[in-house]
C-alpha cells in the first residue's frame, strides 16, 4: 500500500496578493493550504505578495494545515526570487514548494538543490522543504516518471486541468466538465497516468481546481470520479467547497465499516486456524490476503479522515 502521508483531501488556493484571504484561509477546516505566487497573483503584485506571504506564515495560526506555497514557473524570471524570498523568510514555518508547469526532472533537481543551499544556509535540517510538482503540459505527462522520480523531496504529483487543457489545445472552456460531443471521460487517461507515476514512487496524487466555485454539487462529481480512481485530495478555490473535498476524499462510513470488519474477520479467521488458512468467508464474500491490502487502504484513509 501506498504510503499516506499528511492528509492533503482539501488543498485550498489563496493568493499572496491578498492579506483579507491570507488571514482568513487561516480558520478554514482545508487539509492543506497554498498561497499562491503563480496565476492568482498580476506580474505588477508578485513582489509585494513575496511579502505578504512570509508574514503570513511568520505570524499568522496554520495549525493543523500542510503549508505550501506555489512558486512561478522556470520558464519565468520570477521563479528564482520566489524560492529564496520565501525559504530564507519563513522556511521554519514551510512544509512544502509547489512547481507548477514542471516539464522535466532537471526542473525539480533545480529546485532540490536550491533549497539545500537556503536550508544549509540558514540552519533548516537539509530536506525539511518538500516539493509538490504540477504536471500541466504534454512535455509534463510525458515524462512524469521522472518527475515524480526526480528528488526525495516530492511529496505530490498535482493534475493542474486548466492549464493542461489550454496546452493540448483540448475543446473546452469548463475544466472537470465532460465535453459534449466526446463519449467518455476526457480526463482519464491523464489522472491514471500522473496516479502511476505518483503511486510508483508512494507519492500522493492531486487532482485540480474546479472553477464554477458556486456549483458544489458538480463539484461533488467531479471530485468524486478522482476519488474513485484513488486520487487523494483536491483543489479547492472556495471556502464553500473545502468540506465537500474532506467528504469525498474520505471513505463513506459504511466503506470503512466493512474494511474494518475484513480486517477483523480475516485476522481471526486465519489466526483461529494456525496460520493455515489463505482465504476465508465472510458473509457471503470471500476474503483473501488481496482483501485484506484493499481493506488496509480504505481503513488508513479513515483513520487519517478521523474516522
Ligand atoms: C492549475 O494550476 C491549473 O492550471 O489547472
Ligand atoms: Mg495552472
Redesign the pocket.
Known amino acids: 500500500m501506498a504510503a499516506l502521508g499528511r492528509p492533503r483531501r482539501s488543498c485550498l488556493a489563496v493568493p499572496g496578493s491578498s492579506v483579507k484571504m491570507l488571514d482568513k484561509a487561516q480558520g478554514l477546516p482545508a487539509d492543506q493550504v497554498f498561497l499562491d505566487l ?2 492568482a497573483v498580476a506580474p505588477l503584485a508578485k513582489a509585494e505578495a513575496r511579502k505578504n506571504i512570509v508574514a503570513a506564515l511568520n505570524e499568522g495560526d496554520w495549525a493543523g494545515k500542510a503549508r505550501v506555497v506555489r512558486v512561478n514557473d522556470l520558464t519565468t524570471p520570477w521563479t528564482y526570487r520566489d524560492v529564496i524570498e520565501v525559504v530564507e523568510g519563513a522556511g521554519e514555518n514551510l512544509d512544502c514548494i509547489m512547481l ?1 508547469k514542471v516539464q522535466n526532472a532537471g526542473q525539480v533537481q533545480w529546485l532540490d538543490l536550491t533549497l539545500t543551499q537556503i536550508e544549509k544556509t540558514i540552519g533548516l535540517a537539509v530536506g525539511k522543504i518538500g516539493i509538490e510538482a ?1 504536471i ?1 503540459n504534454a512535455a509534463g505527462l510525458v515524462t512524469v516518471d521522472a518527475i515524480a522520480a526526480a528528488s526525495p523531496r516530492i511529496e505530490t504529483i498535482i493534475f ?5 487543457m489550454a496546452s493540448i489545445n483540448m475543446k473546452s472552456l469548463v ?1 472537470g466538465a465532460l465535453i459534449p460531443g466526446y463519449p467518455g471521460d476526457p480526463y482519464h487517461y491523464i489522472l491514471m497516468r500522473i496516479l502511476m507515476a505518483a503511486r510508483m514512487h508512494d507519492l500522493q496524487a492531486i487532482d ?2 474546479f472553477l464554477q466555485i458556486r456549483d458544489v454539487d458538480a463539484f461533488r462529481e467531479v471530485a468524486g470520479r478522482s476519488a474513485a480512481l484513488g486520487f487523494d485530495g483536491k ?1 479547492v478555490l472556495h471556502p464553500g467547497q473545502i468540506d465537500a473535498a474532506n467528504e469525498v476524499y474520505s471513505p463513506a462510513q459504511e466503506d470503512y465499516d466493512h474494511a474494518e470488519l475484513i480486517l477483523d474477520a480475516y485476522d481471526y479467521y486465519t489466526s483461529e486456524q494456525g496460520g493455515r488458512l489463505g482465504a476465508v468467508m465472510l458473509g457471503d464474500e470471500m476474503i483473501d490476503e488481496a482483501s485484506r491490502k484493499m481493506a488496509l487502504v480504505i481503513s488508513a484513509k479513515g483513520r487519517a479522515a478521523g474516522m
Not at 493542474?160 to 493542461?164: I, L, Q, R
Open positions: 503563480e496565476d507548477p504540477q500541466e493542474g486541468p486548466a492549464d493542461f475544466v485540480g481546481p483543489w
